[in-house]
């Protein structure tokens, strides 16, 4: 099965890499045509299933991924149509605005995630999205181009919970948006912005593609570290033009902090049995979600043992495959046995589990 090409920002949780090896265990199934993408991210899973003509439900509870799944599941106009707004918002003269105050920065000032040049551009184009007053599908192609376009300009490792302290090469260049890769889709498709628990309460699957955020198995790791609401709080602001209070060197928006936001699966605590919360949540959403066939992807940075998912997944159905994929050497393989598990060796993989219910 040749791999659609797909796109996205700088991410943690990319699945990029990730893709062939499950489209090479999907396309050994029959009779899909309804997928879930539970934890769909940057979407490049639900665009990959999407163009391939599977009827994709994309979910996730970040406002970032609503838009870009909507970009391309849902948005229907001509790329003519978009292209004419596109031009429009790149020749707009920069303004200095609240972006600028809080995310530009000068020479002397390079510990900030972009060029005050790029925030002003960033400040004019984002109120003038706003009152072009589009159609929500419309609003999320050019909100998807601009945090595009930002990334390729951006001061930072690919996260905004940190600066880097001399200006990166990208930065120096004059953001510039360019209409997304986007596609005529063929199935029926969704994009819904929820609780992944009330997703699969209230849908049913031929197969659903669950990739939870894993935390860390480090016990001296706060959550805060990893949780994705912190990591891209900046998209979050840009989206919703809200002007949130602020917090910390990075600039963080209020809501991000460890009280407000976070998954439970990234939890980093145990229950009273002694048991990880984060894995007392997986099984429960494997138990209950609706689908015929369930792809899990797992990383050996997370907190499961073998013991543990093994137990999950034999009491929620039958385990058809199991593959670790090693990225440095780029190759999937069936485990050697089942004594070859998350954190046995040091190494970090990830791992594919596939199993019928």
């Not at 659609?4 to 990319?14: D, H, N, Q, R, V």
């Not at 184009?125 to 159609?135: K, V, Y």
């Not at 940075?301 to 039958?318: C, F, M, P, V, Y």
Request: net charge neutral; glycine share 6%; with cysteine.
């Amino acid at each position: 099965m040749e791999i659609p090409k797909t796109e996205g920002i700088k991410y943690a949780g990319s699945k990029l890499r990730l893709l062939p090896y499950i489209f090479e265990l999907v396309g050994n199934l029959t009779g899909i045509e309804t997928v879930l993408d539970g934890f769909s991210g940057s979407t490049r899973v639900s665009q990959a299933f999407a163009k391939l003509g599977y009827s994709t439900t994309s979910n996730d509870i970040s406002a970032w991924s609503e838009v870009f799944a909507n970009c391309y599941l849902t948005s229907s106009n001509s790329d003519a149509y978009y292209q004419e707004i596109i031009d429009f918002l790149n020749n707009l003269q920069g303004i200095d605005g609240w972006f600028t105050e809080n995310y530009g920065g000068n020479d002397n000032d390079a510990k900030k995630p972009f060029q005050i040049k790029n925030t002003r551009k960033l400040d004019a184009i984002r109120d003038e999205i706003d009152r072009l007053n589009l159609a929500w599908e419309d609003k999320c192609v050019l909100l998807t181009s601009l945090i595009y376009a930002l990334d390729k300009v951006d001061n930072t490792l690919g996260h905004y919970v940190a600066y880097l302290t001399s200006w990166s090469t990208r930065s120096h260049k004059v953001m510039q948006l360019k209409l997304p890769q986007r596609f005529s889709p063929t199935g029926n498709n969704r994009v819904i912005r929820d609780d992944v628990f009330n997703t699969v309460a209230n849908n049913r699957f031929d197969l659903a593609y669950l990739d939870p955020p894993y935390g860390s198995n480090n016990e001296k790791m706060p959550p805060s570290r990893v949780r994705y609401a912190a990591y891209y709080h900046l998209w979050t602001t840009i989206i919703q033009n809200d002007r949130p209070t602020l917090f910390g060197k990075a600039n963080r928006r209020e809501d991000s902090r460890d009280g407000y936001c976070g998954s439970v699966f990234e939890e980093f605590r145990k229950n009273k049995n002694g048991d990880f919360m984060a894995m007392e949540a997986l099984r429960k959403l494997i138990d209950e979600t609706n689908t015929r066939y369930l792809l899990l992807s797992y990383s050996s940075g997370g907190r499961a043992t073998k013991e543990q998912l093994l137990d999950i997944i034999s009491n929620s159905g039958h385990l058809l495959e199991v593959k670790l994929i090693d990225h440095r050497k780029n190759v999937m393989s069936n485990m050697r046995s089942t004594n070859d598990w998350i954190n046995s060796d040091g190494k970090h993989n990830e791992y594919l589990f596939l199993m019928e219910k």
